[in-house]
């Protein structure tokens, strides 16, 4: 029999922004670090075989920073994320660790597993009481602070799985096999999903306890076990460097961005 999930409290309020806090002295490891209640887990433990940059993806330099870096920065200059769990290849935790290490004190590396869904779980495991958890793809590295913090905000008023999307702009035909077109899909019905899905921290930790086949993201294990998921607006600027192509791409915007244009 299929247990109803224990409700996440809405309670809790939007943490105040850093600036805001009482602040320990820099040698301070505070409760936040070591217990957060709001975490994110980034999986970067791929091998970026379709961008071929001879190196994991992760570790591919944008503007002269890793896409691991430019990931894990935003998430920390969003102000509402108090640890980062990095899973990356067992080989790559002194890399990682390097890549970060301006941000280091809020960030874990542990490995990650052969798939997405293992190497989130084995950062999952590293934040057993995190409230709100944040699943982010290291190669979604351009997120806008501004989407971090409303999948934040939206868990944290109450919201228990969470994910920004985009609107369909092509039409999509589905085809059989041999690439025969056998349907057209109502786009106004379909939605590009990205990342930083937010969840509930029991929900998700629940989620992946389930036995699940190849997923490509969290937010299908929680619609497996029969939870709402909600939306809220993404930004195209939050696309997944997947080929060269996305890497030009990524590296025009954030030129852009550096030059305070976007
Ligand atoms: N990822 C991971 N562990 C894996 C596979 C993927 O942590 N075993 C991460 C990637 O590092 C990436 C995110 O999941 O941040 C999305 O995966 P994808 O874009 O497919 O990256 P890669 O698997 O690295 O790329 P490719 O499939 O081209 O090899
Ligand atoms: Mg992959």
Do not use: N
């Not at 786009?187 to 306890?209: E, I, K, M, S």
Request: proline share 8%; hydrophobic share 45%; net charge positive.
């Amino acid at each position: 029999m299929r247990t109803t999930p224990r409700c996440y409290s809405t309670r809790s309020s939007p943490l105040p922004p850093e600036s805001q806090r009482p602040g320990p002295g820099p040698d301070h490891v505070d409760d936040r670090v070591l217990a957060p209640r709001v975490a994110a887990v980034v999986p970067a433990a791929g091998q970026g075989m379709r961008l071929a940059a001879g190196m994991p993806k992760a570790f591919v330099p944008l503007r002269g920073r890793s896409l691991l870096w430019h990931c894990v920065q935003g998430l920390l200059a969003s102000e509402r994320v108090e640890v980062v769990v990095v899973a990356v290849g067992a080989q790559h935790h002194d890399r990682a660790r390097a890549a970060v290490a301006e941000v280091g004190a809020r960030v874990r590396i542990v490995t990650g597993g052969a798939h997405r869904c293992d190497s989130v779980r084995a950062a999952l495991h590293t934040v057993p009481d995190a409230e709100v958890v944040l699943v982010h793809d290291a190669a979604r590295c351009l997120t806008p602070v501004s989407v971090i913090q409303a999948v934040v905000e939206a868990v944290l008023a109450g919201q228990r799985a969470v994910v920004p999307v985009l609107t369909v702009v092509d039409t999509i035909k589905q085809v059989d096999p041999d690439g025969r077109v056998v349907g057209t899909l109502d786009r106004a019905a379909l939605r590009v999903v990205q990342t930083p899905q937010g969840f509930a921290g029991d929900l998700l930790r629940r989620a992946h306890r389930l036995p699940s086949g190849p997923v490509t993201d969290d937010a299908g294990l929680v619609e497996a076990l029969g939870v709402t998921v909600t939306t809220l607006p993404g930004h195209p600027h939050a696309f997944k460097i997947t080929t060269p192509f996305d890497l030009a791409v990524a590296e025009m915007v954030a030129g852009g961005r550096a030059a305070g244009q976007a």
